[in-house]
C-alpha cells in the first residue's frame, strides 16, 4: 500500500541530473553555480553592426541574404551615438535580472571592444570608436548584476578561420594545420584579452558546432578562463567542456535532467535589433518564465538595440513590465527551487530552498478552484502572494483507512488576481512529501 510513498527532497532532481556536459563533475562546481542557479533571470544583448540596417547578425551574410561587401559596409554607420552604459544597466535591474550576458564578438568578427588581435572591431573600424563592454559591465558591477561575455568562438571574418559562406570553406584543418594553428592564437588571444579588461562572471561561448574540442582546445580554454577567474561560469557551448545547458528559443514540455540550464529567447523573432514586430507580450514572457523556472531553469531574455545605442521601446516595455511583476511575485522565484513533479497541479510550481513553502502560478484570467493531487503535508497557510488575501484549503475525498492523499481544492479569492500571473503561496507542515501513486489502483 506504501510502495509508492514517495518524498519530494531538495535535491531530488539533482541525483537524476546532469551537468550540461559529460566532462565535468557537477559536485566540483557546485559552489560557483550557486548565485546563477538562485538568478532565475538574465538579459542577454546582441549589439553589433548588424544593427544599422536591421539584418540577422552574421547569418545574413553567411545565408547570402546579403554580400559580404555590404554586410562589411554596416561598419560605416555604427554610431553607438545614444549608447548610454547607465541607463541600459537601470532598465536590466528594473526587470529583476540577476545577470545580463552581452556580445563581445559575433560570427562576423566584429570585436565590440578594444581587441589588439586585429582591427576589426567597433573601437577600429567603426564611427562608434568605443568600447562596448567596458562601461557596461562598469555600471552592471554597480548595481551587484553580475556580467556575462558573449563570445563566437567562429569567427566568419578571419582569413585563418575555415568557414566563410554557407556551402563553401577557405580550407582544410587537415591541409593547413599551422593555419589553424594562427586561428586557435587568434581567437585565444581574445579569449586572454576579455579576462584580463573585463573579468566576466559568465562566458557566454556559440559557434562551437563547427569544430570539435580537440579543434577548439576546449580544454585549454577552460583553464585559460578559470586560471584568470576560478569562479568564473561557462555555458555549455564549448563542445564538452561547460557548466550548464543553454536550450534556444524552444520550451521544454517535460523536466530537462539538467543541473543547471538557461533558455535564451527573443523578445521578437530576432537575436539582434530588426524590423520586426511579433513582439511577444509581457503576458506570454512572464508565463515562459515562470514556466523555466519552474522546470528548474533561467531565462535568458534577449534585447536587440538599435546602432546608436537606443532599446527598442516594445523591448523597455516588456522588461519593465518584467520587472513590476518581480516586485510583485519575485518571492516565488528568486533563490528557489524548481517545482513538484508534473501530475500534481495543472501549472508551474516552485519551492523554497527548505521545500516547506510550495508556490502555485495561475494565469491571471483563469477564474475560480485550483486542485492540488498527492499532498499528504497540511496546509498552515494559504494566501494570495503579495496580498493579504487569504485561500482557504479544502480537503476532499480523503479516506480514513487509505494513506493516499485527498485532493486540495483551493478558491482563489475574486479580486486578487494579478495583471499576468498570480502566485498562492502555501505555507506546509515540513518539506514538501508527494504522493505519487495510482490511487484506488494500488
Ligand atoms: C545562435 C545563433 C546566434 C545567436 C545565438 C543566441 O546560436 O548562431 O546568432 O546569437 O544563437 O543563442
Not at 11 to 28: C, E, H, M, R, W
Not at 151 to 174: C, E, H, N, Q, V
Not at 329 to 355: A, C, V
Amino acid at each position: 500500500m506504501n510502495s509508492k510513498f514517495y518524498c519530494f527532497l531538495v535535491g531530488l532532481f539533482a541525483s537524476l541530473s546532469v551537468t550540461a556536459q559529460t566532462k565535468i563533475n557537477p559536485d566540483s562546481i557546485k559552489s560557483k553555480m550557486q548565485w546563477f542557479a538562485d538568478a532565475k533571470l538574465g538579459i542577454f544583448i546582441h549589439e553589433g553592426i548588424y544593427a544599422v540596417d536591421g539584418i540577422d547578425e552574421s547569418w545574413s551574410f553567411y545565408n547570402k541574404k546579403v554580400s559580404y561587401e555590404q554586410y562589411m559596409k554596416q561598419l560605416a554607420g555604427f554610431t553607438l551615438k545614444n549608447y548610454d552604459a547607465a541607463k541600459w544597466a537601470d532598465l536590466i535591474q528594473e526587470s529583476g535580472a540577476r545577470y545580463a550576458v552581452i556580445t563581445t564578438k559575433h560570427h562576423d568578427g566584429v570585436a565590440t571592444y578594444d581587441t589588439k588581435m586585429n582591427d576589426l572591431s567597433i573601437a577600429k573600424a567603426t564611427p562608434a570608436i568605443k568600447d562596448l563592454i567596458k562601461p557596461f559591465f562598469e555600471e552592471l558591477r554597480k548595481r551587484d548584476i553580475k556580467c556575462g561575455a558573449y563570445f563566437s568562438l567562429l569567427d566568419w571574418s578571419s582569413p585563418d578561420y575555415p568557414g566563410f559562406l554557407k556551402d563553401s570553406t577557405r580550407y582544410m584543418i587537415a591541409n593547413e594545420p599551422a593555419r589553424w594553428a594562427r586561428f586557435q592564437h587568434f581567437f585565444q588571444g581574445q579569449i586572454g584579452e576579455i579576462s584580463k579588461q573585463f573579468n566576466p562572471d559568465l562566458w557566454w561561448f556559440d559557434g562551437d558546432w563547427e569544430h570539435t574540442a580537440d579543434e577548439w582546445q576546449s580544454e585549454k580554454v577552460r583553464t585559460l578562463i578559470l586560471s584568470h577567474n576560478p569562479s568564473a561560469i561557462i555555458n555549455g557551448r564549448l563542445q564538452g567542456y561547460g557548466d550548464y545547458a543553454t536550450p534556444e528559443q524552444n520550451f521544454p514540455v517535460t523536466r530537462p535532467a539538467y543541473n543547471w540550464w538557461e533558455l535564451c529567447m527573443t523578445t521578437n523573432d530576432n537575436w539582434g535589433f530588426h524590423y520586426d514586430n511579433n513582439w511577444k507580450t509581457p503576458f506570454e514572457v512572464i508565463t515562459i518564465y515562470v514556466d523555466a523556472v519552474s522546470n528548474g531553469g533561467n531565462l535568458l531574455l534577449d534585447m536587440g538595440p538599435k546602432e546608436d545605442g537606443t532599446i527598442p521601446e516594445e523591448q523597455v516595455n516588456v522588461l519593465k513590465e518584467l520587472g513590476a511583476w518581480n516586485r510583485r511575485n519575485g518571492e516565488s522565484i528568486f533563490n528557489t527551487i524548481g517545482g513538484m513533479p508534473q501530475g500534481h497541479f495543472y501549472g508551474p510550481t516552485t519551492l523554497s530552498k527548505d521545500s516547506a513553502t510550495l508556490y502555485l502560478f495561475v494565469h491571471s484570467k483563469t477564474p475560480g478552484t485550483l486542485i492540488l493531487k498527492g499532498l499528504y503535508n497540511k496546509i498552515l497557510n494559504a494566501q494570495v502572494l503579495g496580498s493579504n488575501k487569504k485561500v482557504s484549503p479544502k480537503v476532499v475525498g480523503k479516506i480514513s483507512w487509505s494513506s493516499v492523499p485527498g485532493l486540495v481544492y483551493l478558491d482563489v479569492p475574486d479580486g486578487a488576481q494579478d495583471k499576468y500571473v498570480t502566485v498562492i503561496k502555501l505555507e506546509l507542515d515540513g518539506p514538501v512529501r508527494l504522493y505519487r501513486g495510482k490511487g484506488g489502483f494500488d
